[in-house]
C-alpha cells in the first residue's frame, strides 16, 4: 500500500501565494510521475500539473506562468508553488501518483491519489 499526504493548503487574498506539499509513504520501490489535481465545487476534477521522475514537467494552460512543480525523490515528495492566485484558483487540491510498489515479495503498479487540501482564494 501507498499513501500521499497533502499539507499547505489555506487562505489566501488574490496575488498571494501557496506551497502544497505531498509526501508519498509505504513500500515503495519507485515513483513515476506524480501529479497535482484540483475540483472546485460543481466542476469535474482536472489535473493541474505533472512532473515525471526524470523531471518533465506538464502545465495546465490556466497555471502556466503562475504555478511550479517540483519533487524531491529522496523524500518521496512532490510540490505545487502557487504564485499569483486567483479566485478561479479555489479548489480542493488532490496529490496523484503512479508508484511502484512491493507486497508480500511481489511488484505492483499502484495510482494513489490523497486525501486533498482546500485552497480558497479570496478576492
Known amino acids: 500500500q501507498v499513501q500521499l499526504v497533502e499539507s499547505g493548503g489555506g487562505l489566501v487574498q488574490a496575488g498571494g501565494s501557496l506551497r502544497l506539499s505531498c509526501a508519498a509513504s509505504?513500500?515503495?520501490?519507485?515513483?513515476?510521475?506524480m501529479g497535482w489535481y484540483r475540483q472546485a465545487p460543481g466542476k469535474q476534477r482536472e489535473l493541474v500539473a505533472s512532473?515525471?521522475?526524470?523531471?518533465?514537467?506538464y502545465y495546465a494552460d490556466s497555471v502556466k506562468g503562475r504555478f511550479t512543480i517540483s519533487r524531491d525523490n529522496a523524500k518521496n515528495t512532490v510540490y505545487l508553488q502557487m504564485n499569483s492566485l486567483k479566485p478561479e484558483d479555489t479548489a480542493v487540491y488532490y496529490c496523484?501518483?503512479?508508484?511502484?510498489?512491493?507486497?508480500?515479495?511481489?511488484?505492483?503498479?499502484?495510482?494513489?491519489w490523497g486525501q486533498g487540501t482546500q485552497v480558497t482564494v479570496s478576492s
Open positions: 496523484n501518483a503512479d508508484v511502484t510498489g512491493v507486497t508480500g515479495g511481489v511488484y505492483r503498479l499502484y495510482n494513489s
Open positions: 509505504g513500500s515503495i520501490i519507485r515513483i513515476n510521475t
Open positions: 512532473i515525471t521522475s526524470g523531471g518533465n514537467a
